[in-house]
């Protein structure tokens, strides 16, 4: 079982596992890019979106944001996530319905 199988199934992890760091990293610039985009386009949100594992109608995140992941993160409908949210998804976040 590889690491990431073990982390969404929920089991103990190594997370200096090469494959855990480059996704971390890649979450890590992405929502760089989306902090630093002042005007928080729709352009780096949809990117940030597309990290996440559902996103629903109608959600909206504010900027600053952080993540481990992102693809453990569920949004569901309505969901609006404020100014200097921080989400640790080395598990199954989910919010909304």
Do not use: P, W
């Not at 199934?9 to 480059?22: P, T, W």
């Not at 309505?78 to 989400?87: E, R």
Request: net charge negative; hydrophobic share 30%.
């Amino acid at each position: 079982m590889t690491n990431k199988q073990k982390i969404l199934s929920g089991k103990m992890y190594d997370a200096s596992d090469s494959e855990l760091v480059k996704e971390r990293d890649l979450a890590h610039k992405v929502c760089r890019v989306f902090n630093s985009d002042t005007s928080c386009s729709d352009g780096s949100r949809s990117k940030l979106f597309e990290l996440f594992g559902k996103v629903g109608e109608n959600c909206y995140v504010e900027s600053t944001f952080f993540c481990d992941y992102g693809y453990n993160i569920r949004l569901g409908k309505n969901v609006y996530l404020n100014f200097g949210v921080t989400i640790l998804d080395c598990a199954q976040v989910t919010l909304g319905d």
